[in-house]
């Protein structure tokens, strides 16, 4: 069987999770990693990868079916999105929510322009859990839907704590509120705010000689992050925040709830859940089954912009669709 | 907006949860039942919606869309499925797993030489759980996929229960073993075993006269259905089993575990899970999303057998590709 060969494009902590995952799929080959820096800078650690400056990257569209684009959405993924996709086929991880369907309609026209394939915002959420939210809406139409994130490491609340005057390095977790998940679990179809699902735990490492109950009080009462939700604040020693702290976990639950029948009196609730040790590799590893389905799409001649709710789920499969029948269904 | 325009073929459990599922979709309408009974003696308790005889279906294919074939998988559906996949586009929820490959070849035949397009085998298991099993294996295959059943009522054990010597009347509950849970949400990556992973509880309306003993012993030692498994046995009055075990609960846990990252050293969990006050309402519901895709797969000139693998998402739901980007992604 030929393997579908990809590259990586930014060796982060996401592209180095594709890296490894493509490991742990046999039908799938790294190429090349692709980065803005030196490229002598740079050691992927693996033989027969190259090590390609994103400039030069026009010269591999010959020898590469599906890049998969391993940048930030706030920055990297707007520019690298169109860039990439008017060469090749991609697989990106774009989760600016309220962007998306602007992001969307500039990658479709480009790649439609350019006879490509791009399967945009792949990962858990947007991704796996977005799946969940439009089936269980689709099967359950008269219910309730609840997303709840955590445990686990938030980057954008990390990155608002750290900005605090006399804060040295901070993680914060977003934690959901078991009470509330076991009233989704009732049936109680309860109305839930993200405040009311989550609570948040930061592990902050104050400068030296800063104010503690300052930074605390600063925290607490910012808007939108903080200000109303249920907060805990942890002063630790920069080792400790290394030695515990430094993992990338997350996770979350996607529920729905809702009342069958002709007198609407039998509860039915779905419940999808993920508990991961790392939040990259496992985006990695979804982006990675993405990127056979676009190959495979693509050879098909399909083009364009493509969601998870575009692409039939046995793309993602290197098994037959005889073998997925036989085997799974 | 045009209605998508359903009929229903067989009037039992399935039927009746179908006629009440369509009652929560604004975008599709129930046009007739089809039955093999009298129709003078079937009451649908709805104003609009006729009862038709099963051998007169063929004068209604131009008024209905799709026909949700809501039979038994045991002797209904392999007669039902071709004879009216030759006529009408169909949804069923043909369930046993062993003989779906041949049932989705027939399907398929028929509904090719006849324009036809059939939805098989959709439900929660197969159909939601087949999805989840598929869907977790292609993003974690280096991974353990495990599938447990329950709480709730299995008719084919309760069946077995019935046929024994002096039973009267009897419900079997299969249960999923928590520890079995517990140790694969903690990555233990266990080798389990169907009777591994369940337990089976029975409730029995024993004859005047039997010997309860005797009972209890033929159940316990009953080859593949008892002998494995830890089963425990209830005899109670015909009143507690009509008041306390006449519902039909079901569902269940679609798992899988795995090690991502250059050292495979971090946990991945994916769960699944279904908690059903009623497994036929639910089962319904199911149906009557797929009924809407298959409408618009046999508009869009698609013809043929389709699985839960091969249908885009998307086109489970009323809303446009626009708004399931903007709203659910």
Redesign the interface.
């Known amino acids: 069987m030929e393997k579908v060969k990809v590259g990586i494009v930014g060796y982060g902590n996401l592209g ?2 594709v ?3 493509v490991k ?2 046999d039908d799938i080959e790294l190429v090349g990693v692709f980065t803005r820096r030196p490229v002598d800078t740079v050691d992927v650690n693996e033989e027969g990868v190259k090590v390609v400056n994103t400039d030069d990257a026009e010269e591999y569209t010959d020898q590469i079916d599906v890049m998969l684009l391993c940048g930030g959405s706030a920055t990297d993924l707007p520019v690298q999105g169109p860039k990439f996709a008017a060469m090749f086929n991609t697989v990106d991880s774009y989760d600016n ?1 309220e962007e ?2 602007d992001y ?1 309609s500039e990658i479709d026209k480009v790649a439609q322009e350019n006879g490509t394939t791009s399967a945009i ?1 792949i990962g858990w959420d ?1 991704g ?1 859990f ?6 269980e ?6 219910g309730n839907g609840y997303t709840f994130w955590g445990e686990g490491v938030s980057q954008g609340h990390s990155d608002a704590v750290r900005r605090v005057d006399g804060v040295k390095d901070a993680v914060q977790y977003t934690i959901p509120k078991e009470d509330a998940i076991e009233q989704v ?1 009732a049936g109680e179809n309860p109305d839930l705010a993200t405040k009311d699902k989550h609570i948040r735990e930061c592990y902050i490492v104050a400068e030296e000689g800063a104010d503690k109950e300052e930074i605390k009080e600063e925290i607490v009462t910012m808007p939108n992050y903080f200000e109303d939700y249920e907060t805990t604040i942890h002063f630790v020693s920069q080792t400790e925040l290394d030695e515990n702290h430094s993992a990338m976990p997350h996770g979350g639950f996607v529920m729905r709830s809702s009342k ?3 007198d609407k ?14 939040n990259p ?2 985006t ?3 982006l990675v ?1 993405y990127a ?1 389905a676009i190959h495979k799409l693509s050879e098909e001649g399909v083009t364009g912009a493509k ?8 793309y ?3 098994k037959s ?2 073998e ?3 085997e ?2």
């Open positions: 180095k999770g890296q490894a995952a742990q799929n929510h998306i369907p969307y915002s947007p796996l977005s799946m969940n939210r439009m089936v809406e689709a099967i359950l139409p008269a679990r069958t029948g002709e009196e039998n509860n039915q609730i779905i419940e999808f859940s993920l508990k991961l040790d790392s590799e496992f990695a590893s979804v089954a056979r969601t998870v709710f575009d692409i039939p789920l046995s993602l499969s290197p669709s005889a997925l029948r036989k799974l269904l």
